[in-house]
């Protein structure tokens, strides 16, 4: 099992040509050619996703007067993931909780957060410290600094969050449901996964996944480009049939080809957000070395590749398997 996890954080971080796709598998290396599903009209963007999400979109959303407070503001609400970005306002914390059921990750960009996990000694996390909490531990992140802090959470989409007993107030439950005191037993190894609990990016920049469990993929891919020119408009990439991916801009400058848009440019704190269906396109832009985070629902999922010698037309039965 050790070689397997090994295997897939140094596959995770083969960048394959200039696109700098990752190859996120442990199952043999193939290739097939097959008939999948595509949407004929590029898949729309829904809100709160937008193709890219700077940090100045996200403060313009926030009034003069809470821009020190603590807020929240939605990158990513989709049937797999949500994710936002946080601002703790100074000597605030989040509620302690525990997400039963999947992990959760986060990226520290600005400021001081203490983070505490239960069976994890307390530690400092500064710009660039990614974090991934085991499900079913408790943790809190607390601002400890001087001025707000801000960091990018990522939750799965169907994540069920629990409260301490001792909790002096709670949340509204969700829709349907009430709150009902419960023993809750095995906690998630802090270990089965190899990659440990925080890293200090910034401190020490490397490629690999970072969190790869059934429902969440957080993988770093790092390079740098040989030239600074943009990626050729025929650059399709690939596109995923059943998921939505997007990127976290860590250091750098990424370039993308998303379909239906014009070629841009992000950089370090962007969110770059692309619907199922869509073609797209990475590539690292210069100068010096570019990370972008990928992050999806899928360790394991397909990338469909264009294919230059496929028949104009396929036969159509007008039936399918499930038909």
């Known amino acids: 099992m050790k070689l397997m996890k090994s295997t897939l954080a140094l596959v ?3 960048v394959v040509g200039a696109a700098g796709i990752t190859a996120a598998s442990a199952q043999v290396s193939s290739t097939v050619n097959v008939w999948a599903p ?3 009209a590029p898949a729309p963007y829904k809100s709160p996703h937008k193709p890219r999400t700077t940090l100045d979109d996200i403060r313009s959303k926030i009034a003069t007067p809470n821009k020190l407070k603590t807020w929240k503001v939605p990158v990513v609400d989709d049937k797999h993931l949500k994710a936002s970005w946080q601002q703790l306002a100074v000597g605030d914390a989040t509620p302690s909780m525990r997400v039963l059921d999947h992990q959760t990750a986060f990226i520290v960009w600005e400021g001081e957060v203490e983070v505490s996990i239960q069976g994890q000694d307390p530690f400092v996390a500064t710009k660039g410290y990614m974090i991934r909490v085991p499900f079913r531990r408790a943790f809190q992140l ?3 600094g001087s001025v707000p802090s801000l960091f990018f959470e990522i939750f799965n989409a169907n994540a069920t969050i629990a409260y301490p007993a001792d909790s002096a107030t709670l949340p509204k439950s969700p829709a349907g449901t009430d709150w009902y005191l419960t023993q809750l037993r095995d906690m998630d190894s802090l270990t089965r996964q190899p990659q440990p609990i925080f890293v200090d ?20 891919i ?5 030239n600074c020119n943009m990626q050729s408009p025929t650059a399709l990439g690939h596109y995923h049939a059943d998921y939505a991916e997007f990127w976290f801009i860590m250091e750098g400058q990424i370039q993308y080809n998303i379909e239906g848009l014009d070629p841009f440019v992000s950089e370090a704190g962007d969110i770059v ?10 590539a690292n832009y210069c100068p010096g070395f570019d990370t972008r985070i990928a992050i999806n629902g899928y360790p ?6 264009p294919n230059t010698n496929q028949p104009a037309k396929p036969p159509v039965s007008g039936k399918g398997y499930l038909d």
């Open 12 to 14: 995770g971080a083969l």
């Open 201 to 220: 990016f910034l401190a020490a920049p490397s490629a690999g996944a970072f969190v790869s469990d059934d429902r969440m993929f957080v993988n770093r």
């Open 38 to 40: 595509k949407p004929v």
């Open 273 to 282: 957000y692309v619907p199922a269906g869509r073609w797209h396109s990475a």
């Open 300 to 305: 394991y999922g397909s990338h469909n590749w």
């Open 142 to 144: 607390k601002n400890v």
């Open 222 to 226: 790092r390079g740098q480009a040989g």
